[in-house]
């Protein structure tokens, strides 16, 4: 539908700021009951200038009504008592009430220790934010406190809001193990203007202390190489923190080289496990990445014509695994796909990856080389628009086509929300001829979480043996699913806390009790929008919701400011809310509304009020259209006076 039409546009002598009495408003309509519960000019903006004269933009008033998740309201932020001397406290900055914007930091006497400093992607509710970070004001005001910021694996939702974060903190030390610093360093090259970061490499056996506390490190198993979980010691205890982890197991029965790599909590007595909660609804054990592997490596070895695999940048691991099998057998590798790209290149820095030369090629390169001696590796497994599978099932890949005689396997998941993407991915594939394997449809493991499945969330506990337990990295419902299983193995329910962003934990009295403070940290949220970081307005995000659901209708009206009357008939500006040339009767009301209330409101009025008549125009205008369309676009009144 065609709704970027304008009716009577605007002369020359008709543009906004002729006079210095001219103002607008921006309102979203509403049905009359709720204008009568919510006054115009409730939340004041500032004013904006548009050639000589002056905007105002001083209110708007009703709630969005819809079914996107209510955005968080701004309050005041809690008074935090001190922190006693013998109390460690903990505190979840992110990834509690989502999957994503990983953070948290644990706090004793002069000493904070932070583990990881992860993004969030946008969602419905957040249009146009580039991402969501933690809220990190807690930190940002005991800055001279922290003393490192431990990074346990290389994943955007663990690393992406260092760029970000750190300067705000003070840029304390990071220790991470050297994939993880290459790929952290590998990012920062995109923020020349932020100070250099310190990263220190370390490894599994290396103790650091810091201050009153020491870190320690373990491997854990995750799809990105030298993934490690954290214990941080503490004079009442060690806390623990694995991080993304999964077993490698036979038929769930881990290896001999997990359990020893857990061995050493045998002797431990464990104060405090803080757990992922990702895959806690996924009974028994994951499928083992190395089974994946050798499904994936009979598949190259036997397939008939190109192959074209989609899968994650960030799987790492299987990407190295499929190019190593590809070598093997004979093969040439095409990796499309920026972030794959650079992913490889780290890969091979980090001596992960040892191929030949000629084994990855251009996709220019693969037309003079027989179809069935390339696999081609390519990002958009999700159907992400602009990203190279897709671009390759819609035709406009510059080098590459898909056709009949071509294999397309998808070895991921489908993300949440991307169902409808993800099918017309495979439906521009299917047009094209090529045979589709896809992990739910493949007779074989073609695809595993890099999480562990319940029963190894379950292993994991009875090997730590916590006295109180924190789950994290997940939505509520997944904390609680967490909580309860920690319940079923033996930690009593006081010793169990169930955080939300912010929420503070403490373990007082030399580690006999934990509690669960009313106050919490400042936990609003902060975004990447653009250029800037912050808090951005609740009404911007608002304005976004309503543009993109119902639109905007703007009416420009010139008053004559000396009887009141209009000196022409308004004005109407549309985009996104109706198709304007078949509305000409819903036109010609609304325009009647507008001539009648600035008439018999400013009848007897000298000098015209105009932050009065603008909320009066809004409010009459916005019941008719809420009436004739049951649509709720932003108003946007513009008065001149002249």
């Known amino acids: 539908m ?4 304008t009716i009577k546009p605007m002369t ?6 002729l006079s210095p009495t001219s103002s607008t408003m921006a309102h979203r309509i509403v049905p009359s009951r709720a204008s009568a519960a919510h006054p115009a ?3 004041p903006h500032l004013p904006s200038k548009v050639g000589h004269g002056r905007i105002a933009d001083k209110g708007r008033h009703g709630h969005h009504q819809g079914t996107r998740r209510p955005f968080p309201q701004k309050k005041e932020d809690d008074i935090i008592p001190p922190l006693d001397n013998d109390t460690v406290r903990i505190l979840t900055l992110g990834g509690v009430e989502e999957v994503g914007k990983n953070m948290t930091a644990i ?3 002069n000493d904070i220790v932070i583990v990881d400093m992860g993004f969030q992607f946008k969602e419905e509710s957040t249009p146009g934010i580039d991402y969501i970070l933690p809220n990190t004001k807690y930190l940002e005001e005991r800055k001279s406190k922290i003393r490192a910021v431990v990074i346990t694996h290389g994943h955007l939702d663990h690393t992406g809001g260092i760029p970000y974060i750190m300067d705000r903190i003070g840029n304390p030390p990071i220790y991470t193990r050297n994939l993880t610093s290459i790929l952290i360093r590998k990012r920062q090259t995109e923020f020349p203007h932020l100070p250099n970061l310190d990263i220190r490499v370390v490894e599994k056996n290396e103790i650091v202390k810091l201050g009153e ?3 320690r490190f373990f491997s854990v198993t995750h799809t990105v190489p030298d993934s490690m979980g954290v214990i941080i010691d503490t004079p009442f205890g060690p806390i623990v923190i694995p991080g993304d982890y999964k077993l490698d197991h036979i038929d769930g029965i881990p290896t001999e080289q997990e359990e020893e790599e857990y061995r050493i909590f045998e002797k431990e007595k464990v104060l405090l496990l803080m757990s992922d909660s990702t895959n806690i609804e996924n009974p028994g054990f994951s499928t083992p990445e190395k ?3 050798k499904n994936l490596e009979e598949i190259i070895k036997n397939i008939k014509g190109r192959l074209i695999i989609g899968t994650f940048a960030s799987q790492m691991e299987r990407m190295v695994k499929i190019i190593e099998i590809a070598e093997k ?3 040439k590798i095409v990796v499309e796909g920026r972030s794959m790209k650079t992913n490889i290149e780290i890969a091979t820095l980090a001596g992960i990856l040892n191929v030949k030369k000629d084994t990855i090629i251009a996709s220019q390169d693969a037309g003079s080389i027989p179809p069935d001696r390339i696999v081609v590796l390519a990002t958009g497994a999700q159907g992400e628009e602009f990203a190279a599978l897709m671009r390759m099932a819609t035709k406009s890949h510059k080098f590459l086509r898909i056709n009949e005689r071509d294999t397309v396997l998808l070895s991921s998941s489908i993300i949440p929300g991307n169902e409808k993407t993800v099918r017309g991915l495979k439906d521009n594939l299917a047009r094209q001829g090529a045979k589709i394997i896809h992990y739910r449809t493949s007779d074989v493991y073609i695809h595993s979480s890099g999480h562990g499945n319940r029963g190894e969330i379950e292993w994991l506990h009875k090997k730590i043996k916590s006295k109180f337990f924190i789950p994290i990295h997940g939505w509520h419902s997944m904390l609680r699913l967490h909580a309860e299983l920690a319940e079923t193995i033996g930690v009593p329910k006081k010793n169990i806390a169930i955080p939300d962003n912010g929420s503070i934990m403490e373990i007082r009295n030399k580690g006999t009790e934990m509690v669960k403070l009313e106050q919490k940290a400042p936990s609003g949220l902060v975004m990447v929008d653009g250029f800037s970081i912050g808090d951005v307005q609740e009404v911007v995000i608002r304005d976004r919701q309503m543009l993109a659901q119902d639109g905007m209708f703007v009416i420009v009206a010139i008053i004559n400011i000396t009887t009141g009357k209009l000196k022409k008939s308004p004005d109407i500006i549309s985009r996104g809310f109706i198709y304007l040339r078949e509305s000409q009767e819903l036109l010609r009301s609304a325009r009647l ?10 009848a007897g009025m000298n000098p015209i009020d105009f932050d009065y008549l603008k909320g009066i125009v809004t409010d009459q205008l916005s019941k008719f259209l809420f009436q004739k369309t049951a649509k709720h676009p932003i108003v946007m009144p513009v008065l001149i006076g002249v």
Do not use: P, Q, S
């Open 12 to 17: 020359g002598n008709d543009k906004v700021g």
């Open 329 to 331: 057998y004979g093969k």
């Open 593 to 602: 509304i507008i001539k009648k209330t600035i008439e018999d409101e400013t």
């Open 291 to 293: 089974l994946v592997h």
């Open 213 to 215: 506390l020491a870190i």
């Open 2 to 5: 065609n709704t970027e039409n």
């Open 41 to 43: 000019h409730r939340r």
């Open 107 to 109: 706090e004793f006497r």
